[in-house]
T-cell receptor, first 112, second 115 residues
């Protein structure tokens, strides 16, 4: 089954404790991206990756890092989480930029 | 800044009626638009897309209309069913083919279907 898998689904952490949210897709997509979803603000892109070892900032990259060492994986790293990063995060992938994106189930992160 | 927005945040319809969800966009350079459906607890799911060289596209029970003159996009759902209850997002991709493929989402419209 074609899918984008994120882990964990739910995470509660404390301010400053580094965390990683994993994302994996099995569709051989080149393009992957991370979004955060906040009430009243909709979905905003954090980072994206055009291919292996190619990443770039989206609209709200501050406080986040990503890596793309393999085509299928695109982890989101929060080096020092802060409460304003409490949000619902989605990973997405597509064959190439500007086409239908497949989204993961989401990761609800709470930073206290 | 340029953004994609929605006229109505909520929409309630009777089961069996047709639904129309509207979206206004401001980036005249956008040439690709997508409608997504997001059910509670799930990620957005692709419904239908349309290129700027088209003004109408039909899928199964859904139709997307694009009016470039007034920068307006709409999603029509025929014979709305309880399973259609969700939040619907329009998204645009500015300068398709030359951009990084950044989907710019609207705020969303919550559709509630009354049995």
């Amino acid at each position: 089954e074609a899918q984008v898998t994120q882990n964990p689904r739910y995470l509660i952490t404390v301010t400053g404790k580094k965390l990683t949210v994993t994302c994996s897709q099995n569709m051989n997509h080149e393009y992957m991206s991370w979004y955060r979803q906040d009430p009243g603000l909709g979905l905003r892109q954090i980072y994206y990756s055009m291919n292996v070892e190619v990443t770039d900032k989206g609209d709200v990259p501050e406080g986040y890092k990503v890596s793309r060492k393999e085509k299928r994986n695109f982890p989101l790293i929060l080096e020092s989480p802060s409460p304003n990063q409490t949000s619902l995060y989605f990973c997405a992938s597509s064959f190439y930029p500007g086409t239908e994106a497949f989204f993961g189930q989401g990761t609800r992160l709470t930073v206290v | 800044g340029e953004s994609v927005g929605l006229h109505l945040p909520t929409l309630s319809v009777q089961e069996g009626d047709n639904s129309i969800i509207n979206c206004a966009y401001s980036n005249s350079a956008s040439d690709y638009f997508i409608w997504y459906k997001q059910e509670s607890g799930k990620g957005p799911q692709f419904i239908i897309d349309i290129r700027s060289n088209m003004d109408k596209r039909q899928g199964q029970r859904v139709t997307v209309l694009l009016n470039k003159t007034v920068k307006h996009l709409s999603l029509q759902i025929a014979a709305t069913q309880p399973g259609d209850s969700a939040v619907y997002f329009c998204a645009e991709i500015p300068n398709y083919g030359g951009s990084q493929g950044n989907l710019i989402f609207g705020k969303g419209t919550k559709l509630s279907v009354k049995p």
